[in-house]
């Protein structure tokens, strides 16, 4: 089946507006009112940039603060068609989502929860009039089905924003099925409901996933077809999704979860004074027992066997997996530890721990039981592989990472999924005047089907050609829209776009690529992350993911200049894209 795109992109602009006024929605909430001459299309730098934009119920829009006070130096580098994250020690960003976008009085509204410790929120506490604030975005925006029965928005009293617009603007001609989950009555709002919508007010603590999965399941199954959307508390969500997806059988393009906080544990009674940090000594390097203990329950089936069945015992637990008493025995003490899988009170069986619940979403997993977790297992092979000059991949699996997944479909759709934000940064390539008199275009690497979306969204309509060999193509082919439209075969082009192509490439793979392109083509553009992303957390651990896939470290700039020049290209310019990825446009020599 051929993919349907889900989401529609917007340019990434940074925007300055200031606070025109503030009043309080609830005693809960408080809206901060903003506008200014960045809202309409503007030009700064010499660069122009369009008018705001948000058409989406849910669209989110970064919030830049800083810790330090010192909002100037944490904003990131404006691109003529993206943004850079360039690092700041004290950068601190937020997404929300605006309740209200009114384009004819140049205004932007902001709903806070009060109560709430965030960076924010401390914001709006005291936001007055006059007060500056910066943000970049949105990016995208959802599209919902054109066809639908019925919607069902769930959501606490962050969602109240995203709900109330859906409400007022009504992007969908449907009824709309309304549960909300609030502290206290009185964060009660008035919502534009219409004939045939219904609401639900569920009061309880927030981020309580006992009190929301109840409200969901309490809820009547309308008839045909629907689409579920829900945001709140991440973990609180987690079996609210799994609910809708395994016992109401909503197809996944039908369902759209979004976790928008996150709950953190309390902190410890006492806090660590100087003498104490001196007695213990020099930090410990983590252990890598946890990791390799959750990856286990998850290959043994054993997250979603306590999932489906609470109270299981250990002894019906090991005979569902297929696992010795012994063996069971020996795992479920460290799952307790970690908080994967615990005993309940009251001798009532096994549940999922707080670890555990967020193990059943698909994001998780993969960090453990998947293409990310092999890579992270072949550094086990480092430093011989460090010795030998070569890929730690090679020295685990035998066999290159190229060789490796264009023969499992499984694993290059894994390499396909990790370039769906590409969409997001494309603009830029697109808008180029490489593309003046292109009739026809040549794609290869995990990323083409994010640029025929960005060719798409950007109104031009080569003719297309993808050369992948067979396992590579067949995953593509699900993944392009009107995928009937592509020729599935190498060809002369006018331009060749390589996304991603290098990056599960040795060095030699990578030569051997850009040599096959040169023999269709005289132009090729090669899209590579050439440094880490500004703000990524594990920026610093980029080049040693790179070594352990392909034995180079993250090609930069000058690495991937050498690598053309060996195989008969010469670098003509390179276009920065943003997040730490560059366009470079390449010459036949």
């Known amino acids: 089946m051929a993919a349907q795109r889900a989401y529609t992109t917007h340019p990434l602009v940074l925007r300055r507006v200031t606070v025109r006024r503030v009043h309080e929605v609830t005693p809960r909430m408080r809206r901060v009112v903003l506008g200014g001459e960045d809202l309409a299309a503007f030009t700064r730098d010499g660069i122009a940039h369009p008018a705001f934009a948000a058409p989406g119920f849910d669209d989110h829009i970064k919030l830049i603060l800083a810790a330090d006070g010192d909002v100037r130096a944490a904003l990131p580098a404006q691109l003529p068609h993206g943004i850079e994250w360039t690092p700041a020690e004290h950068r601190l960003t937020r997404d929300y989502t605006p309740r209200r976008v009114d384009h004819r009085a140049g205004e932007l509204h902001l709903d806070f929860v009060v109560h709430g410790e965030g960076p924010a929120e401390t914001w709006s506490a005291s936001a007055r009039e006059g007060d500056e604030l910066w943000f970049v975005g949105p990016k995208s925006s959802l599209r919902l089905p054109e066809r639908l029965d019925w919607i069902l928005l769930v959501g606490d009293e962050t969602a109240l924003p995203a709900i109330g617009r859906f409400l007022d603007e009504r992007p969908l001609d449907a009824p709309a099925h309304v549960l909300v989950t609030v502290p206290d009555e009185a964060a009660r709002q008035e919502l534009a409901l219409r004939d045939g919508d219904t609401i639900t007010w569920v009061v309880a603590e927030p981020g309580d996933p006992a009190a929301l999965d109840a ?180 020295l685990a699996s035998g066999a290159t990472l190229h060789d490796t997944v264009t023969r499992d479909a499984d694993r290059y759709g894994e390499l396909v999924q990790e370039c769906e934000q590409l969409v997001f940064l494309l603009a830029g390539l697109t808008a180029d005047s490489l593309w003046e008199g292109v009739g026809t275009c040549l794609l290869t690497g995990p990323g083409s089907a994010s640029v025929v979306a960005a060719l798409d969204d950007a109104g031009r309509r080569p003719r297309l050609r993808i050369a992948e060999e067979a396992a590579p193509a067949e995953v593509l082919r699900g993944q392009v829209t009107a995928p009937d439209r592509v020729e599935w075969t190498a060809g002369p082009a006018d331009v060749a776009v390589a996304a991603k192509a290098l990056g599960h490439r040795t060095d030699e793979e990578g030569v051997e690529l850009l040599t096959r392109l040169a023999g269709w083509t005289g132009t090729a553009v090669l899209v590579e992350a050439s440094r880490p992303d500004g703000l990524s957390p594990h920026a610093a651990e980029a080049a040693l993911h790179a070594y352990t896939a392909t034995g180079s470290t993250l090609r930069d700039s000058a690495a991937i200049a050498a690598l053309a020049e060996r195989s008969g290209w010469s670098v003509d310019r390179t276009i920065a894209l943003g997040w730490g990825t560059e366009a470079t446009v390449l010459r036949r020599v």
């Open 215 to 394: 409200a969901v399941r309490a809820l009547p199954a309308p008839a045909g077809e629907g689409f579920a959307w829900a945001a709140a508390e991440s973990r609180a969500l987690l079996p609210v999704r799994r609910y809708l997806q395994r016992e109401r059988k909503l197809p996944k393009d039908r369902v759209n979860v979004t976790g928008y906080w996150h709950c953190e544990e309390a902190a410890a009674p006492e806090a660590q004074g100087p003498a104490d940090a001196v007695a213990q000594g020099p930090a410990e390097i983590p252990s890598p027992l946890p990791w390799l203990v959750a990856r286990a329950a998850l290959q043994l089936g054993l997250v979603d066997a306590v999932a489906d069945t609470p109270g299981l015992s250990a002894d019906a637990l090991a005979t569902r997996l297929g696992v010795s008493g012994p063996g069971i025995g020996v795992l479920l003490p460290l799952l307790a530890a970690y908080d994967v899988v615990v005993d309940a009170d009251g001798g009532a069986g096994l549940r999922l721990g707080r670890a555990g619940e967020e193990l059943l979403e698909d994001h998780e997993r993969e960090e453990y039981a998947g293409h990310e977790a092999e890579l992270l297992l072949a550094l086990t092979h480092l430093a011989p592989a460090l010795r030998d000059g070569v890929s730690p991949w090679r």
